[in-house]
């Protein structure tokens, strides 16, 4: 079996809609981070769009959507592009949308192709755009990280800030992220949270269990406009 065909069964085995269902998450996700961004419609790219969860939230939300990912998913997702996000140029023309996004991809990329991956996502970014990132946090999730086989790439908070400064971003802001949109919208929560995290009670008890034990990252920054330049 050569490489190029051994990499397009991920979808398949990673996201097969039994042991991830589709559900209403994505909207929620992206509700809050427009609201986040201050954005409201635009253009976006969802870098990574696997089966397109969050680029369809984005064009619900009256978003211009466009996906690129290595493998074309079953689902008919608009302007998708085929394409390695670590290795080769993204088909997007420079400075065009409002938002670039990338949820579950930073950690399957080495370093030589993070720094292609972030120079890219910047590019196709217009000055005052925003760079949205999501990843794993390994403060929470080292001892589950290796269990996708093809994550190479751990991040902690300080680590992504200074990834996205490195590569130009300004603005930036990384958090710990618990994707349970009831402590977004009550943060007080987030204490029940840590409580939570802490005892040995097992992820599989239900969501609020798996997801105060497993935590992700959001990076936010803006690409440099004219008034930063003044």
């Keep these: 079996m050569n490489e190029k065909k051994r990499e397009l069964n991920y979808l398949a085995v990673s996201y097969d809609t039994e042991s991830k269902p589709k559900t209403a998450y994505p909207d929620h996700l992206m509700q809050h981070v427009t ?13 990574g769009c696997g089966r397109g969860d969050q680029l369809f ?8 959507v466009t996906g690129l990912d290595l493998e074309r ?3 008919d997702i608009p302007r998708h592009h085929v394409c390695d996000v670590g290795r080769e140029v993204f088909p997007v023309p420079d400075a065009s949308v ?4 990338s949820k579950a991809v930073i950690e399957h990329l080495y370093l030589p192709q993070i720094e292609h991956f972030m120079l890219e ?13 999501m990843t794993p946090d390994w403060r929470y999730m080292y001892r589950d990280f290796y269990v996708e086989f093809t994550h190479v790439s751990p991040f902690t908070v300080r680590s992504l ?11 930036v802001s990384v958090r710990s992220f618990i994707q349970l949109p009831p402590v977004w919208r009550y943060p007080v ?4 949270c840590d409580v939570i995290n802490l ?29 930063d330049h003044a």
Excluded at 35 to 47: I, Q, R
Excluded at 121 to 133: A, C, E, N, S, Y
């Design 35 to 47: 609201e986040l961004l201050g954005l409201k419609g635009g253009s976006a790219v969802d870098v």
């Design 57 to 64: 939230a984005l064009q619900r939300l009256g978003f211009e």
């Design 73 to 75: 998913s079953a689902d």
């Design 98 to 101: 409002d938002l670039a996004f």
């Design 121 to 133: 996502m910047r590019r196709i970014t217009k000055p005052d755009g925003f760079v949205v990132l």
């Design 161 to 171: 800030e200074q990834c996205m400064r490195m590569y130009g971003l300004v603005d």
């Design 189 to 192: 929560l987030k204490g029940v």
């Design 199 to 227: 005892l040995p009670v097992p992820k599989s008890a239900g969501k609020w269990a798996r997801w105060s034990k497993e935590r992700v990252l959001l990076g936010i920054g803006r690409k440099a406009g004219t008034s």
